[in-house]
């Protein structure tokens, strides 16, 4: 009975052991795959992070990109340019005036004394052919009457005395002399009275525009009293005008290099260019006005017809050229608080704003000091409406990949 309870005792620590040793082995094994399990999670965690940092520096590296799609940017007018150095001119930016020619201008004068009567309303600027009648004189109801008639019975007197000297002399009976003095007698009252009989009218006698052109001053009101050769306005023809820059005593130096110039006016705000309008520099000034710091530089030009005589314009005027310059035209730049900036095209449907520093500007296109590089593809127009997809996605925007 001893010997029995003995085998048992020994069978269960044997079994007691078994188990515990199974069971280490089995927890050994569970540790081991929680171990490779979480490894291959923190790699594929860092996968994750890794790609999630790559796209946010592809974000990143666009973020200054402006997108704006083809079919938008034609609609919105967006021209470019690729920039190659050029020559341009140094420019001395100042003020000046339109004027007429010398010898496209006439006055029209009274042709006989009398009260001035308007035909139509005339003002300066109006449109006038050579022959067209601007107003009328009539002496009607002044104490030496209608100058038509006198001349009429003036003539009328020196012909029929013309016609009875012509008999006499051929008789003898007055000498050629005295004939002579009667016959220029006759033949200047005739000039006269066709001269004036002409443009009698209803009102009076006709005074006349002698060329084409426009009404540049009008010297008489309605009802005025004007005496023979009186001037009473003043047409001028358009064809050939002046151009009168004032320039500052401080670029005396540099006027004997001034070639040539564009202007700017002031109604239109056009930029013309005297190269274009068979433009030349007629004069400059050697001293200044008593009265003025400025010296008169003075071109020749053709006028297109919507240059008005007279008007103050800005001036650019063009001296010595300079090589290998990067120059845009005005309509790439956009300011900003003081800034300038252009737009590079840096693909087919991105750009980039870029800040510049500007030099000199003649009116169509300024110099181009830094923030460019010669072969860059530039906006030169609808650069604000590239500015307002910027700043409003009035074109939409957004980053890509490239």
Known sequence: MKKYFLFLMLLSTVTLFSCSKNSSANDGHDHSNESEQADAHGAEGEDVHSEESHSEGTKSAHSDEIVVTPEKAKEAGVETLVVEPKSFRQVIKTSGQIESAQGNESTVVANVAGIVS?????????????????????????????????????????????????????????????????????????????????????????VVSPISGYIKLCM???????TVGQPLMRVTQTKRLYLRADVSEKYYS????????????????QIYQLDELKGRLLTYG????????????????????DIVPGAFVDVYLLSSEMQNILSLPISAITEEQGLYFIYKKIDEEGYKKQEVKLGMNNGKEVQILSGLQAGETIV??????????????????????H
């Open 118 to 206: 308007f035909n139509r309303p005339v003002v300066a600027g109006m449109s006038v052919t050579k022959g067209t009648a601007l107003l009328s004189v009539s002496s009607e109801n002044l104490p030496d009457g209608d100058p038509v008639i006198r001349a009429r019975n003036v003539y009328a007197t020196s012909k029929s005395e013309y016609e009875r000297a012509s008999k006499l002399v051929k008789s003898q009976i007055i000498s050629q002399k005295e004939f002579e003095r009667i016959k220029e007698n006759y033949e200047n009252t005739r000039l006269s009275y066709e001269a004036i009989s002409k443009h009698r009218s209803g009102k009076g006698v006709s």
């Open 220 to 226: 008489v009101n309605e009802g005025d009293y004007v």
């Open 254 to 269: 540099d006027l004997a290099n001034i070639k040539s110039a564009n202007f700017k006016t002031p109604y239109n705000n």
């Open 286 to 305: 050697k001293s200044s006005g008593e009265n003025s710091y400025f010296i008169p530089v003075t071109f020749e030009f053709d006028n297109k017809g």
């Open 380 to 401: 030169v127009k609808g650069a604000y409406q590239i500015k307002l997809a910027s700043a409003s996605n009035a074109i939409p925007s957004h980053s890509h990949e």
